[in-house]
């Protein structure tokens, strides 16, 4: 019997561990992302991805979804800076119109991360636009520089110039397949 119990208690060591390995950068379980300590949670990630999908027809990846969060967080106060800002209601109507013109219901209630991803897609349209988008934009990137970003390694990896990129695995072969241009980047 006490040899039985050493081989549950190993392996319950052993499990353990590997959800710690598993759970990557995350200080909480179920985290995608922190931004300076703000966390955008795996929950969050997943409502986005599949609600920008339902409003818009877009097809995207939790991963690109996450990068977009990240970068929300950082832009989002820039943006505004600069009068580029939009309220949680200008935001939601305008997804209700994208999807209404495009023959899809209306959506009820949209989570909060859907509505940051769409005032980020709808904040770098119009910047990218404006006479000071380079000032604007090089304003993200040395936030996104300065910032403490870690990413859930189911997420993707921060490549150099801190995209994040999915994670690729060698052991897994996959047929070559077009990756969709990420929302709003």
Same mark, same amino acid.
């Given at each position: 019997?006490? /040899? ?7 392996? @319950? !060591?052993?499990?353990?561990?590997? #959800? ?19 966390? $955008?949670?795996? *929950? ?7 609600? &920008? ?24 106060? $820039? ?5 580029? #800002?939009?309220?949680? =209601? ?6 209700? +119109?994208? @999807? ?20 980020? !897609? ?6 990218? =636009? ?6 604007? /934009?090089? =304003? /993200?990137?040395?936030?996104? +520089?300065?910032?403490?970003?870690? !990413? *859930? ?5 921060? +490549? @150099? ?8 695995? +060698? &052991? ?12 709003? #980047?």
């Amino acid at each position: 019997m006490t /040899l039985r119990r050493s081989r549950l208690a190993r392996c @319950a !060591v052993a499990l353990a561990a590997a #959800g710690a390995a598993a759970a990557g950068c995350s200080a909480q379980p179920g985290t995608a992302a922190t931004v300076d300590g703000t966390r $955008i949670s795996e *929950n969050a990630v997943d409502d986005a991805t599949r609600e &920008w999908v339902e409003v818009s027809g877009q097809q995207v990846s939790a991963s690109q979804v996450a990068h977009t969060l990240v970068q929300a967080e950082l832009f989002e106060p $820039i943006a505004r800076e600069h009068g580029f #800002g939009y309220s949680d =209601q200008q935001v939601t109507q305008t997804l209700t +119109d994208v @999807a209404t013109s495009q023959g899809r219901p209306a959506p009820g209630s949209l989570s909060p991360a859907v509505v940051d991803l769409a005032r980020f !897609v709808l904040q770098q349209g119009e910047i990218a =636009q404006s006479p000071e988008a380079d000032r604007i /934009l090089g =304003q /993200l990137g040395e936030a996104t +520089d300065q910032a403490e970003i870690e !990413v *859930n390694p189911r997420y993707g990896t921060r +490549d @150099a110039a801190g995209q994040i990129v999915p994670t690729s695995y +060698d &052991w897994i072969h996959r047929q070559p397949e077009e990756t969709p241009a990420p929302p709003g #980047g």
